[in-house]
């Protein structure tokens, strides 16, 4: 049967947009090589026609020129839709790559929300709220607790401020008064003090007029007058 119909032949994969953009550049650079040998045959037609007299001998010079001209813009009209060709590939490229990547950033959020919901089904809001009020409750006794070992031994707890306070006010009437009923002169935050004398210091001098006594109260004899 098969020598009859003949058996399929495997098809060759598709070329890829690389693939297509690689043998563009191929035949782009080609086409460059051809317009560069091009170009370096009218400059030397240039010089021909430069140096040669005008007559026959330089229009077929020109002629010679003029047929380059044609092949160069031929071979730039060519490269110019080679080049539009790159660019269009260029553009699927990008789009394709974008969809690539769009591809993958739904497949990725499609695992995170699938992991997500299993996260959820293991978490509950009415566990949550049950925690927190048993949190509370903890704090509560805590600070209780504390209150507690703080407490001083000395201080009844049946004290009343109300009556705290008004010893309080006694206390600071008793010492405004107190502070009234001492002088200015005596009271220790007055600003000015007595302008009073400084103690004398050392003996005290003799007026020379004035005669001196001995210990019985006698006034006593000159040292001059003694005769030895």
Do not use: C, W
Request: glycine share 4%; proline share 6%.
């Amino acid at each position: 049967m098969k020598k009859i119909f003949g058996a399929k032949k495997n098809k060759d994969p598709p070329p890829t947009i690389q693939d297509a953009t690689d043998g563009i550049t191929k035949r782009g650079d080609t086409v460059d090589e051809k317009i560069k040998k091009l170009d370096a045959e009218l400059a030397r037609y240039k010089e021909q026609i430069k140096k040669t007299r005008p007559g026959p001998a330089q229009e077929a010079v020109k002629a010679r020129a003029m047929r380059v001209l044609k092949q160069r813009r031929m071979y730039e009209g060519q490269r110019d839709m080679l080049y539009n060709q790159t660019y269009n590939l260029d553009q699927v490229a990008f789009a394709a790559e974008g969809l690539k990547d769009a591809q993958q950033t739904m497949t990725a959020m499609k695992a995170a929300n699938k992991e997500l919901k299993g996260m959820m089904k293991t978490v509950k809001l009415e566990d949550i709220d049950s925690m927190q009020d048993e949190m509370m409750d903890l704090m509560d006794v805590s600070n209780e607790i504390q209150e507690t070992l703080g407490r001083s031994y000395n201080v009844p707890d049946d004290i009343d401020e109300e009556e705290l306070m008004g010893e309080l006010d006694a206390l600071e009437a008793d010492m405004d008064f107190e502070s009234e009923s001492v002088p200015s002169y005596l009271q220790p935050d007055q600003e000015s003090e007595l302008n009073l004398p400084a103690a004398p210091t050392g003996h005290a001098a003799v007026p020379a007029n004035q005669q001196q006594e001995d210990e019985l109260g006698l006034p006593t004899v000159p040292q001059a007058s003694i005769r030895t």
